[in-house]
C-alpha cells in the first residue's frame, strides 16, 4: 500500500459505500503500526493465558492476591489520572451496537455515557465493523441522521452522550486485514481506526478518545494496552495521557489484579466496570474440572447479590475510589415491553438492582435500552444529590479474602429442567440473530449479547460433565440435553420461519456445549468460518 513499508498490507473484505473514507491509506498504515508493534507481545500473552488456564483447570495453579505485586496494593500514595472531560459523571450510561439507528438513539438517550460496541453486542461482519466506524466518524463530526420506519428525521440533540469505543479482545483477529499474509488483531484495528480518525476531531470538541477494555484476564495485558495507548499518541502527535479506558473486570483472574490493571494504565485509567455474564462465564472456564463446588446454578438465579459475585463487586467499589476511579455497575438488559404487569415488575426489579449499586458506592451503571435510563438515573440522582460521583466513599469497611471471591457454591440455588431449556433456547436463538449478523439481539424481553452463548453452553456443558442432578432428580446427560435441543430447535424454527440460520446455530451449539472438551467459542472452527464471511 506504501513504498514506504517494509510489509505487504492486504484488504481482503468486500467494499461498500463511503468505505474507502475509513479504510485510507494512511489509517490501514497506522493500524499496521500498531500490529508490528506489538503483535509479538500480543501472542506471548495469549500463549501465557493458555498456559495458566491449563494450570488452574489442573489444579497445578492455585488462584489468589499476587505476592510479587503486594507493594502495588499497599502502596496508599498513587492515583490514577483525574476525570478527563465529559467522563466526571458518569450515572447512566447505555451500551449498544454502532448501527446507525442505535447511534442517534443512544446519543439522545438521556445517558451520560455511550458504550459504542464493536465487541460482544456487535456481530462481527465486516460490514458491521467498517460500517460501524462510519456512524462514529459522522457522529463525533455531528453528521448523522436516520429516519425511522414512520418516516420520521432523527438527528443528534444539543447534549448526545459522551462516546466510549468498545474494540474487540486481544483474543480475536481481524481476519479481512492482513500484513504479510497474517490476520491482524482485532483490538488494534479497531481502537485504532476510531483513534486516527476521531481523537483530534474529540478532543477539539472538549472530549477525548475514550475506550473501554473486554477480557483482560491479568496487569500485564493492561500494560499492554498503556503501551499501545503512548505508542499512538507519538504517532499522531497527541499529548500523553489522552486517551481514557475503563477495564471490564469480566474475568476471575482479573477480579484478583485490579490494583495492578489500574496501576498499568494509571495515567490513561478512567474506572473499572462489574460484567457479570463473562465474570460468571470465567469461574465456569477456569475451573471447569474442579467439580461439584464451582457447579453454578441456574443462570438466571446467578444475581450479584449471592456471595462471591458480591465480594466482587464490593472490592471493586472499594478499589477504584481508594485510587481516585470511577466504578461502574452492571447491566439492567431489560427490554420495555407492551404488557404493562410485565414492565411494571421488571423495573421494579431494575430499580431494586440499581438502589443496591448505588448504595454500594457505585458511581454510575449500565442500561441496554433507552426506556431504562430514566429508572437509572433517578436512583442515581437520589444518592447522588449535586455531587457527579461517589468517590469520596471509600468503603473501607470492606475486607475481601481470595475465599470470599472464589467461594462459587456459596450461590445456592438449583438446576432445573426450565433452566436446561433456557440455556438451549437462549442460546440457539442468540446464535441464530449473531450468524444473521445482528449481535444485540432481544429475547424475551432481556437484551442478550455474545457472553450469552458463552455462559449458555457453558453451563449445560457443565452440568453434563457433572452429572448434575435437576431439581427433580433427573441427572443432566447428553442424551437429555440432545433430547431438549431437538425439543428447543422444532418449537424455534416453527416460530422464525424461513430464513433463519437454526441449523448453523445447533452445529456450532453441539460443538461448544456437548462435546467432551470445553472449546473456546471465539476460537472454535464454526466462529472462525463465520469470521471468514
Given at each position: 500500500?506504501?513504498?514506504?513499508?517494509?510489509?505487504?498490507?492486504?484488504?481482503?473484505?468486500?467494499?461498500?459505500?463511503?468505505?474507502?473514507?475509513?479504510?485510507?491509506?494512511?489509517?490501514?498504515?497506522?493500524?499496521?503500526?500498531?500490529?508490528?508493534?506489538?503483535?509479538?507481545?500480543?501472542?506471548?500473552?495469549?500463549?501465557?493465558?493458555?498456559?495458566?488456564?491449563?494450570?488452574?483447570?489442573?489444579?497445578?495453579?492455585?488462584?489468589?492476591?499476587?505476592?510479587?505485586?503486594?507493594?502495588?496494593?499497599?502502596?496508599?500514595?498513587?492515583?490514577?489520572?483525574?476525570?478527563?472531560?465529559?467522563?466526571?459523571?458518569?450515572?447512566?450510561?447505555?451500551?449498544?451496537?454502532?448501527?446507525?439507528?442505535?447511534?442517534?438513539?443512544?446519543?439522545?438517550?438521556?445517558?451520560?455515557?455511550?458504550?459504542?460496541?464493536?465487541?460482544?453486542?456487535?456481530?462481527?461482519?465486516?460490514?458491521?465493523?467498517?460500517?460501524?466506524?462510519?456512524?462514529?466518524?459522522?457522529?463525533?463530526?455531528?453528521?448523522?441522521?436516520?429516519?425511522?420506519?414512520?418516516?420520521?428525521?432523527?438527528?443528534?440533540?444539543?447534549?448526545?452522550?459522551?462516546?466510549?469505543?468498545?474494540?474487540?479482545?486481544?483474543?480475536?483477529?481481524?481476519?479481512?486485514?492482513?500484513?504479510?499474509?497474517?490476520?491482524?488483531?482485532?483490538?488494534?484495528?479497531?481502537?485504532?481506526?476510531?483513534?486516527?480518525?476521531?481523537?483530534?476531531?474529540?478532543?477539539?470538541?472538549?472530549?477525548?478518545?475514550?475506550?473501554?477494555?473486554?477480557?483482560?484476564?491479568?496487569?500485564?495485558?493492561?500494560?499492554?494496552w498503556n503501551d499501545v495507548f503512548r505508542f499512538a499518541q507519538r504517532e499522531i502527535g497527541l499529548p500523553q495521557g489522552a486517551i481514557r479506558a475503563t477495564v471490564l473486570?469480566?474475568?476471575?483472574?482479573?477480579?484478583?489484579?485490579?490494583?495492578?490493571?489500574?496501576?498499568?494504565?494509571?495515567?490513561?485509567?478512567?474506572?473499572?466496570?462489574?460484567?457479570?455474564?463473562?465474570?460468571?462465564?470465567?469461574?465456569?472456564?477456569?475451573?471447569?474440572e474442579h467439580g461439584a463446588d464451582f457447579v453454578l446454578p441456574d443462570r438466571a438465579q446467578v444475581t450479584m447479590t449471592v456471595p462471591f459475585m458480591r465480594s466482587y463487586?464490593?472490592?471493586?467499589?472499594?478499589?477504584?475510589?481508594?485510587?481516585?476511579?470511577?466504578?461502574?455497575?452492571?447491566?439492567?438488559?431489560?427490554?420495555p415491553s407492551r404488557d404493562p404487569e410485565v414492565n411494571a415488575n421488571a423495573l421494579e426489579k431494575v430499580r431494586q438492582d440499581k438502589v443496591r449499586e448505588a448504595g454500594?458506592?457505585?458511581?454510575?451503571?449500565?442500561?441496554?435500552?433507552?426506556?431504562?435510563?430514566?429508572?437509572?438515573?433517578?436512583?442515581?440522582?437520589?444518592?447522588?444529590?449535586?455531587?457527579?460521583?461517589?468517590?469520596?466513599?471509600?468503603?473501607?469497611?470492606?475486607?475481601?479474602?481470595?475465599?470470599?471471591?472464589?467461594?462459587?457454591?456459596?450461590?445456592?440455588?438449583?438446576?432445573?429442567?426450565?433452566?436446561?431449556?433456557?440455556?438451549?433456547?437462549?442460546?440457539?436463538?442468540?446464535?441464530?440473530?449473531?450468524?444473521?449478523?445482528?449481535?444485540?439481539?432481544?429475547?424475551?424481553?432481556?437484551?442478550?449479547?455474545?457472553?450469552?452463548?458463552?455462559?449458555?453452553?457453558?453451563?449445560?456443558?457443565?452440568?453434563?460433565?457433572?452429572?448434575?442432578?435437576?431439581?427433580?432428580?433427573?441427572?443432566?446427560?447428553?442424551?437429555?440435553?440432545?433430547?431438549?435441543?431437538?425439543?428447543?430447535?422444532?418449537?424455534?424454527?416453527?416460530?422464525?420461519?424461513?430464513?433463519?440460520?437454526?441449523?448453523?446455530?445447533?452445529?456450532?451449539?453441539?460443538?461448544?456445549?456437548?462435546?467432551?472438551?470445553?472449546?473456546?467459542?471465539?476460537?472454535?472452527?464454526?466462529?472462525?468460518?463465520?469470521?471468514?464471511?
Amino acid at each position: 500500500m506504501s513504498d514506504k513499508l517494509a510489509y505487504r498490507i492486504d484488504l481482503t473484505g468486500p467494499s461498500a459505500d463511503r468505505f474507502d473514507e475509513i479504510l485510507t491509506p494512511a489509517a490501514v498504515e497506522f493500524v499496521a503500526k500498531l500490529d508490528n508493534e506489538f503483535a509479538g507481545r500480543r501472542r506471548e500473552l495469549l500463549d501465557e493465558r493458555r498456559l495458566r488456564r491449563e494450570k488452574l483447570a489442573s489444579g497445578e495453579e492455585k488462584l489468589g492476591f499476587l505476592p510479587e505485586t503486594a507493594h502495588i496494593r499497599g502502596d496508599d500514595s498513587w492515583q490514577v489520572a483525574p476525570a478527563a472531560p465529559g467522563l466526571e459523571d458518569r450515572r447512566v450510561e447505555i451500551t449498544g451496537p454502532t448501527d446507525r439507528k442505535m447511534t442517534v438513539n443512544a446519543l439522545n438517550s438521556g445517558a451520560k455515557v455511550w458504550l459504542a460496541d464493536f465487541e460482544d453486542a456487535n456481530a462481527p461482519t465486516w460490514h458491521n465493523m467498517i460500517d460501524g466506524q462510519l456512524n462514529l466518524y459522522d457522529a463525533i463530526r455531528r453528521d448523522i441522521d436516520f429516519t425511522g420506519e414512520n418516516g420520521k428525521r432523527y438527528t443528534i440533540g444539543d447534549e448526545p452522550a459522551t462516546i466510549v469505543a468498545r474494540p474487540r479482545g486481544w483474543h480475536l483477529v481481524e481476519k479481512h486485514i492482513r500484513i504479510d499474509g497474517r490476520p491482524v488483531s482485532a483490538s488494534l484495528v479497531d481502537f485504532g481506526l476510531f483513534f486516527f480518525h476521531n481523537a483530534r476531531q474529540l478532543l477539539a470538541r472538549g472530549r477525548g478518545p475514550y475506550f473501554y477494555l473486554p477480557k483482560l484476564e491479568n496487569h500485564r495485558e493492561a500494560r499492554l494496552w498503556n503501551d499501545v495507548f503512548r505508542f499512538a499518541q507519538r504517532e499522531i502527535g497527541l499529548p500523553q495521557g489522552a486517551i481514557r479506558a475503563t477495564v471490564l473486570i469480566e474475568t476471575i483472574t482479573a477480579a484478583f489484579e485490579m490494583d495492578e490493571i489500574l496501576y498499568e494504565l494509571r495515567e490513561h485509567a478512567a474506572g473499572l466496570n462489574a460484567g457479570r455474564w463473562d465474570y460468571i462465564f470465567s469461574v465456569i472456564k477456569n475451573f471447569s474440572e474442579h467439580g461439584a463446588d464451582f457447579v453454578l446454578p441456574d443462570r438466571a438465579q446467578v444475581t450479584m447479590t449471592v456471595p462471591f459475585m458480591r465480594s466482587y463487586t464490593e472490592l471493586l467499589v472499594q478499589t477504584c475510589h481508594k485510587r481516585g476511579a470511577h466504578a461502574i455497575g452492571g447491566m439492567a438488559a431489560f427490554i420495555p415491553s407492551r404488557d404493562p404487569e410485565v414492565n411494571a415488575n421488571a423495573l421494579e426489579k431494575v430499580r431494586q438492582d440499581k438502589v443496591r449499586e448505588a448504595g454500594d458506592g457505585f458511581d454510575g451503571s449500565w442500561v441496554a435500552h433507552p426506556g431504562l435510563v430514566p429508572v437509572c438515573r433517578e436512583v442515581f440522582d437520589e444518592v447522588l444529590g449535586g455531587w457527579p460521583n461517589q468517590l469520596g466513599k471509600l468503603r473501607e469497611d470492606v475486607v475481601v479474602t481470595s475465599e470470599d471471591l472464589l467461594d462459587v457454591a456459596s450461590a445456592g440455588g438449583e438446576v432445573t429442567e426450565d433452566g436446561l431449556r433456557a440455556n438451549i433456547n437462549v442460546g440457539l436463538r442468540y446464535l441464530d440473530s449473531w450468524l444473521r449478523g445482528t449481535g444485540a439481539a432481544g429475547i424475551s424481553n432481556l437484551m442478550e449479547d455474545a457472553a450469552t452463548a458463552e455462559i449458555a453452553r457453558c453451563q449445560v456443558w457443565q452440568w453434563i460433565r457433572n452429572g448434575t442432578k435437576l431439581a427433580d432428580g433427573t441427572a443432566v446427560t447428553t442424551e437429555l440435553a440432545f433430547e431438549l435441543l431437538r425439543e428447543e430447535l422444532g418449537r424455534i424454527h416453527a416460530e422464525l420461519g424461513p430464513g433463519n440460520r437454526l441449523d448453523d446455530a445447533r452445529d456450532i451449539f453441539v460443538e461448544t456445549a456437548l462435546g467432551e472438551k470445553l472449546p473456546a467459542f471465539f476460537t472454535t472452527s464454526a466462529y472462525a468460518r463465520y469470521l471468514t464471511a
